[in-house]
Nanobody, 113 residues
């Protein structure tokens, strides 16, 4: 499987970004998908996950109410809408299946305060 995250960038605190993650190589719709992030000098952490059909979602407390995960199985893509971004959201964002497979290329999100 190949996972390619995109949509990151440099934004100001309070701004919004929408990340996308395109998956290929296996039956995307069979798997729950998650977003994870890794800030400089820190371990990779869980951000959010969405069930195989989008019917269930869970969020880390740090992003609850600001981030929204969604997916389009017809496009083999999972999305992360990030609103009211904060400086502490600065990290490289990755997507992966749950259970996790190989990690693909992440996308850098930098939030300036």
């Amino acid at each position: 499987v190949q996972l390619q995250a995109s949509g990151g960038g440099l934004v100001q605190a309070g701004d919004s970004l929408r990340l996308s993650c395109a998956a290929s190589g296996r039956a995307f719709s069979n798997y729950a998908m998650g977003w994870f992030r890794q800030a400089p000098g820190k371990e990779r952490e869980f951000v959010t996950a969405i069930g195989w059909n989008g019917g269930r979602t869970i969020y880390a407390d740090s992003v609850k109410g600001r981030f929204t995960v969604s997916r389009d199985n017809a496009k083999n893509t999972v999305y992360l809408q990030m609103n009211n971004l904060k400086s502490e959201d600065t990290a490289v964002y990755y997507c992966n299946s749950i259970p996790s497979g190989s990690w693909g290329q992440g996308t850098q999100v930098t939030v300036s305060s």
